[in-house]
Each structure stands twice: as structure tokens, then as C-alpha cells.
């Protein structure tokens, strides 16, 4: 079956194309590279032994869009494609909107008039913002969104979920991501931030390998064990296999119009000071941090209940923090030539 893969040559989405081929999928990549290095394909050929088509187009594009999904037959989406920087969405509101919201109503309109069914949705636990009770459930209220960039993934699920109530026949899953961390363990693809990096991870692999002077910790008195933020860091394999478990899931829906919405990620919390710890310990080095203010509009702790992806998708995260941060580092180790 053949999958279009929106920002298959990013962090979440090139990891996906390998699960997919695994499972017997045949992924076709479109990305515009405003976020993504070509090499990610070069990476992927490593692992993979072959290419993976691929296409240099911006998703808001209707008759590109439109071409690609004709030439393949495509018989299902997997959306990654959109802005992530919390901090730039505030500053620049315009291009978060056009490029998250606008891609994703072009790719339901490319879908309904080529009659293909099936998406899946990159959405994120930001549409919870500080819940009032973890760790959170898929009915957890949602609350609003402290971001242009989480505003987008809220307005883009109603979109997903009004379009199937309204009865046009998709069958869709929107997945909320917790952190994803880690590396291919081949260290042939991994993260890959342009400039300086704003999340925790690349700033930690980039302070080890000398690229940053100092990891800063934004905030230490917070109400939790350690004084730092809780997250649920998710290894990004795990994570792309949910994607393949989702499609699965969609294939035993199809006669009428089906929306679904599962937590992604491992169901553990784990502080930021306790990332640093486990990065040191595993990979034997010392890292060179200090404790900084608190950076505005940080949740102080999150991390969710996974049990729905387990009993609906058959779908649970199976790797440790540990190899998240050897993986992690071993990926950067490579991309620096240590
Ligand atoms: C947030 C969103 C997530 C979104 C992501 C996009 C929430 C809960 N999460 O992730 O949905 O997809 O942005 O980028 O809204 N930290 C430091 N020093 C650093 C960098 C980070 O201490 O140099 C801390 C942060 O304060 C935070 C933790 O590390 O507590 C994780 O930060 P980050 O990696 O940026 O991800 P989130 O902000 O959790």
C-alpha cells in the first residue's frame, strides 16, 4: 500500500518511512526542506538499501500535491509537514497558520477528490497545556493553547474531527506526541535542528559535543520532586511505529467515516534534571550545565496515560530513557565526526 509521507525527511518523519517499509508499506516522501537536510535520504538509503521516493514540493501546493498522489496510487497520508518553534509562532503567528493549518485543508482537499481515505495526523500533547490532573487521558479537557504553534495542532484536530462527523469519508487518527528524543540506532538519521537548537535534547548532544558552551535549565524551582520541568520523552522509533500501528487500525474502519485520537508516548514522566543525569551516566561524560530562570509558557509537568493506544492500536513504547540518550548521543557523535 502505498503511504504519502508529508515531512518524511524530518526527525519524526524520515524514522516513520523505515517502520513503514518494515511493516510492508510503501512510503513516498514529500517535504519542501525548509526544516530538513537532503542527507536524511541519503541516511535512509543507508538503512534502507534502496531510495524512497521523494519529492521537493510544499504541501500547500493542490496540483503538486495532487500529482504526486495520482503518479502512486497513494492509498493513505501520514501528515508531519508543519512548523514547530513554539517561540517563533508567537513572533511570526502568519506563516505558522498558513504552513500548519493551510497544508492540512489542501491535503484533505487533495483527499477527497482522488477518494483517499486515510490519514494520520501529527498532533501533540500541547493541546492539554498544564492539565489539571496526570497523567492525562485522550478525554483529559483540552485547554488553550499557549501558542500560535499548539493552537495549530487544536484547530487543525476540530477540522479532522468536523470533517468525519460531517460524514466525508475518511477514516483518520491524530496522535498526540509526547517528546520525542533519541536516534535511529544505526546513526544514520536523527535529529537534525537548523541554527540553536530550542529543544532540550539536540542542546544537550550539541553542549557534549562542544558545539553550545553550557546547557541552561530553565527553571529549578518548580512543584515537582526536583525543582525541574516532567516530561514523557519518547524514543522516536517507538514513536514512529505507532504510525504504522495507526494505518493498521485504519484498515479495520472502513465502512463509514472514523476519527480516533491516541496519546503518544511512554506513560512516565521524567525531569529535566534527570535527562541530564541519565545522559552523563550512560554515555559516561560530564555535561556543562547551570540552572537558569524559567522559560515563559513551559508546562511544569506532563506525561500521559497510554492505555488507549495499547488495547485500540496494540501499540506501546518499548524503549528505555537509557537508550534514548545513548542513541541520542551516538547520532551526534556521527553527524560531528567524534
Ligand atoms: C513543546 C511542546 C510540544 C511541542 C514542542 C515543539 C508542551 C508540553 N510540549 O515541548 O508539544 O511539540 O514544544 O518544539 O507544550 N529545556 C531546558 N533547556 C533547554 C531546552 C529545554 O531546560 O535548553 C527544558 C524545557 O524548559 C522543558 C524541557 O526541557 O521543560 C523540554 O523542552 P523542549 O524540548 O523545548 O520541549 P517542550 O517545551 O516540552
Avoid at 84 to 89: C, D, R, Y
Avoid at 138 to 144: A, I, L
Avoid at 148 to 167: F, H, M, Q, R
Avoid at 314 to 325: I, V
Amino acid at each position: 500500500m502505498n503511504i504519502l509521507v508529508t515531512g518524511g525527511a524530518g526527525f519524526i518523519g524520515s524514522h516513520t518511512v523505515v517502520e513503514l517499509i518494515a511493516a510492508g508499506y510503501s512510503p513516498v516522501i514529500v517535504d519542501d526542506l525548509s526544516n530538513s537536510s537532503p542527507s536524511v535520504l541519503k541516511g535512509l538509503k543507508n538503512i534502507l538499501g534502496t531510495d524512497v521516493p521523494f519529492y521537493q514540493e510544499d504541501c500547500n501546493d493542490y496540483v503538486k500535491m495532487t500529482e504526486v498522489v495520482q503518479k502512486h496510487n497513494i492509498q493513505g497520508i501520514i501528515h508531519f509537514a508543519a512548523f514547530k518553534a513554539v517561540g517563533e509562532s508567537v513572533s511570526e503567528p502568519l506563516k505558522y497558520y498558513r504552513n500548519n493549518i493551510g497544508s492540512l485543508l489542501n491535503i484533505l482537499n487533495v483527499m477527497r477528490a482522488n477518494n483517499v481515505r486515510n490519514l494520520v495526523f501529527s498532533s501533540s500533547c500541547t493541546v492539554y497545556g498544564q492539565a489539571d490532573v496526570i497523567p492525562v487521558t485522550e478525554s483529559t479537557p483540552k485547554k488553550k493553547a499557549e501558542s500560535p504553534y499548539g493552537n495549530t495542532k487544536a484547530i487543525a484536530e476540530d477540522i479532522l474531527e468536523d470533517s468525519v462527523k460531517a460524514g466525508l469519508d475518511f477514516g483518520i487518527i491524530s496522535l498526540r506526541y509526547f517528546n520525542p528524543v533519541g536516534a535511529h540506532p544505526s546513526a544514520e538519521i536523527g535529529e537534525l535542528p537548523i541554527g540553536v537548537p530550542n529543544n532540550l535534547i539536540p542542546y544537550v548532544t550539541q553542549t557534549a559535543a562542544g558545539i553550545r558552551e553550557k546547557l541552561t535549565v530553565f527553571g529549578s524551582d518548580y512543584d515537582t520532586p526536583d525543582g525541574s520541568n516532567v516530561r514523557d520523552f519518547i524514543h522516536v522509533v517507538d514513536l514512529a511505529k505507532a504510525h504504522v500501528s495507526a494505518l493498521n487500525l485504519l484498515q479495520e474502519h472502513t465502512s463509514e467515516p472514523y476519527y480516533n485520537v491516541f496519546n503518544i508516548g511512554t506513560g512516565r514522566g521524567n525531569s529535566v534534571l534527570e535527562i541530564i543525569d541519565t545522559f552523563e551516566r550512560v554515555n559516561n561524560l560530564k555535561l556543562n550545565y547551570e540552572i537558569g530562570p524559567r522559560r515563559p509558557g513551559d508546562v511544569i509537568k506532563i506525561y500521559g496515560n497510554v492505555e488507549k493506544a495499547a488495547t485500540e492500536m496494540n501499540w506501546r513504547a518499548e524503549k528505555t530513557l537509557e537508550e534514548s540518550m545513548e542513541d541520542a548521543w551516538r547520532w551526534q557523535k556521527k553527524i560531528s565526526n567524534l
